[in-house]
């Protein structure tokens, strides 16, 4: 039936598979799963709803837990078992299920033509009040079982099979979340060992390959992973027939770009498919290495996804696995700035597509983690560490002594974010504000060196160093004064002998700060010199970290690892951001994507046709170096 879903208690869905995907890491053999705390499921839920019926109506209940059904009304009750047709008379009636169970988060489905369950229910847990209960568009039908994710699947052959180092080396033309088939012809084999590889070197590397399997023996499978090369050693071509079998979710195409400039053509192409491949249930990290829920991560996937997917339940499902349930004993990650990358998410959210009921719904857990930050301040107000949380901001040489100052730009950023919120939701908060600005003096105070013209990275070593991080935040987040703002674009950002940036998660920011600054002409040369050069590396998906001045023979190095740099990371997909807002000039004016305004810049292309989502619709815009058209099929201001 239309409109109806399987329900739970809001949060569980994520929090169980969340669990499932932040312990499904594999490691040449061994399991390795989230080293932070990983939130569980309500193990025992009640479901209630009550109709006003004017005729006799009947319903059937569906779930995956033990239970029954408890139907009341005026003058009794009576209880029904799970799976059996029950038909009530007119009248008032309320409809309650209690579900339990151990394994996975309890659910239900209630099928019927009045009956039925949707978005109206309402969900307990016995010692909350009553709250709406959560759904996915994705299951709708009773045969379902929302504890299994079922993604569809693509057969790929190879484009090349080769024998070498003794073996047979499948490629496939781009990487796969793939599961490798494997036929084995041979008539008395003792069967095949197959490792897989984001990179020719890694699957010929018998001892450092991340993934080697034995196919299952029924189905002839291995486990799904990333690949995008697969060896079989000890083996001649004519015996083996390998096969990919790419999952993923199959999210509609709602954007396209093309231009003039081949470069950037390949560059938007392989960012789209980084970045499809790094989104499932949730966003994730990366596909090979990891295959984590990140919260910093994820906050540069809701930019992407804004311009490319437009699809605000995956931004959901990612905000409420990562945050939890209260209370807080430990950081998002244990990080302390993807904490507070997860409020500004919620922000982003909002604006993006407008979904005010489920700012409402997270609006506790961002007052609570707050109030957790909160907690450790120090003598001048600022967010410092405790024992165990990991102060990152970036793979960079900085100064990490005390208080870091890019954490109190992305605290006081935070405030910002809280002021803004509550506001939305009709709430009077003057405090946060005031607590903005409290903390925007102490910054200023603390590090802002005069005569460098910047901001240090901290002051409780003496070291006064000065790096590109806490800068670039203080004009993203605008600190920074207009005559600050300058002095650091020309002390720090224009400055060669302040270190370059080499990861795509902290180029982000820098280029989101330069084209914020107009400096649209540094940003578009950037855009194809650094992911250009990945690609002049021979990659097929955007990495993890970029050096360009790394030699090539330890482009894949990271964490001291052979082959420990991931090949296919979502952070790495940016260019389609600012390729979509900035230089075809889309940005949006209003709370949901409904209004916009298209401004491009057409001076740095010959030409260029590029299709975007808008509410729920697309806008096309086409520059043919002489006349530049918009057309729009959705309702929406342009």
């Known amino acids: 039936m239309e409109n109806t879903f399987w329900i739970w208690y809001p949060g569980d869905f994520e929090l169980y598979h969340a669990m499932k995907q932040n312990f499904s890491r594999v490691e040449r053999g061994f399991g390795w799963p989230a080293f932070w705390k ?56 309320r409809i309650s299920i209690h579900a339990g169970c151990v394994e996975a988060f309890p659910c239900a489905y209630v099928q019927g033509e009045v009956i039925h369950s949707d978005k109206t229910w309402k969900a307990e847990d016995y010692s909350q009040p009553l709250v709406p209960v959560g759904v996915c568009k994705y299951f709708t039908k009773p045969g379902q079982n929302p504890t299994v994710w079922e993604y569809t699947e ?46 020719m070197d890694e699957a010929l590397d018998l001892e450092h390959c991340y993934y080697s399997w034995q196919p299952d023996p029924v189905t002839n499978r291995c486990p799904c992973c990333a690949v995008r090369f697969a060896f079989i050693p000890n083996c001649k071509a004519e015996a083996v027939e390998i096969t990919a079998f790419y999952q993923y ?14 470069k950037l053509n390949k560059i938007w192409e392989v960012a789209e498919h980084t970045f499809r491949l790094c ?23 809701f930019f992407v996804n804004q311009y490319l997917l437009a699809d605000p339940d995956i931004d959901q499902r990612t905000l409420l696995a990562l945050r939890g349930n209260d209370p807080m004993t430990r950081h998002i990650n244990t990080i302390m700035d993807y904490s507070l990358f997860w409020i500004l998410g919620v922000l982003y959210h909002y604006e993006a597509y407008g979904d005010l009921e489920f700012v409402r719904q997270v609006y506790p857990k961002m007052c609570s983690l707050m109030e957790f930050c909160e907690e450790q301040l120090d003598e001048n107000g600022f967010l410092v560490g405790r024992e165990n949380d990991w102060i990152y901001i970036d793979w960079a040489d900085m100064d990490k002594t005390g208080a870091l100052c890019a954490e109190q730009m992305l605290f006081a950023a935070c405030w910002q974010t809280m002021a803004q919120v509550s506001a939305a939701l009709g709430e009077e908060n003057p405090e946060y504000m005031e607590k903005y600005e409290k903390l925007i003096g102490q910054i200023r ?23 590109r991080h806490a800068n670039i935040f203080a004009i993203l987040f605008h600190i920074a004064t207009q005559e600050e ?9 224009k400055n060669d002998a302040i270190p370059a940036i080499t990861t795509p998660y902290f180029n982000f920011f820098e280029l989101d700060m330069l084209c914020q600054t107009g400096e649209l002409e540094l940003v578009f040369n950037k855009i194809r010199d650094y992911w250009g050069g990945m690609l002049d590396r021979g990659a097929v998906t955007f990495w993890e970290e970029f050096d360009p001045e790394a030699p090539v023979e330890t482009q894949y190095d990271m964490y001291g690892d052979r ?44 030409s260029f046709d590029c299709t975007l989502p808008v509410a729920e619709g697309q806008v096309h815009i086409v520059w043919d170096g002489k006349e530049l058209k918009v057309e729009k099929d959705a309702e929406a201001a342009c």
């Not at 796969?176 to 990179?199: P, W």
């Not at 703002?485 to 950002?493: R, T, W």
Request: charged share 25%; proline share 3%.
């Open 563 to 606: 082959f420990g740099k991931s090949l296919c990371h979502a952070w790495a997909a940016s260019p389609i951001y600012f390729l979509a807002k900035y230089f075809m000039g889309l940005k949006f004016t209003g709370v949901g994507g409904k209004e916009y305004v298209v401004e491009p810049h057409t001076e740095l292309f010959d």
């Open 38 to 93: 990983s939130e569980g499921f309500r193990n025992r839920v009640a479901f209630r709803r009550t109709y006003e019926l004017k005729q006799e109506t009947s319903f059937t209940v569906f779930s995956n837990a033990v239970g029954h059904v408890l139907v009341t009304w005026e003058n009794g009750e009576k209880k029904y078992p799970f799976g059996k047709k029950i038909t009530v008379a007119p009248g008032k009636v």
């Open 445 to 467: 105070k603390f590090y802002w060196d005069q005569e460098k013209g910047a901001f240090i990275d901290s002051f409780e070593s003496g070291k006064r160093n000065v790096t």
């Open 154 to 199: 693509k057969e790929c052959k190879p484009v090349k099979i080769s024998e070498i180092n003794g073996g047979v080396l499948a490629e496939f033309e781009t990487e796969l979340t793939a599961a490798v088939y494997v036929n084995d012809k041979r008539q008395k084999s003792s069967g095949v060992e197959v490792f897989c590889g984001e990179s």
């Open 249 to 262: 979710v199959d999210f509609p195409k709602r954007a396209s770009f093309k231009c003039s400039d081949k």
């Open 279 to 301: 989104s499932g249930i949730f966003f994730l990290d990366g596909v090979k290495r990891d295959k984590w829920i990140w919260s910093g991560d994820a906050y540069q996937s």
């Open 485 to 493: 703002q300058e002095k650091i674009l020309a002390n720090v950002i």
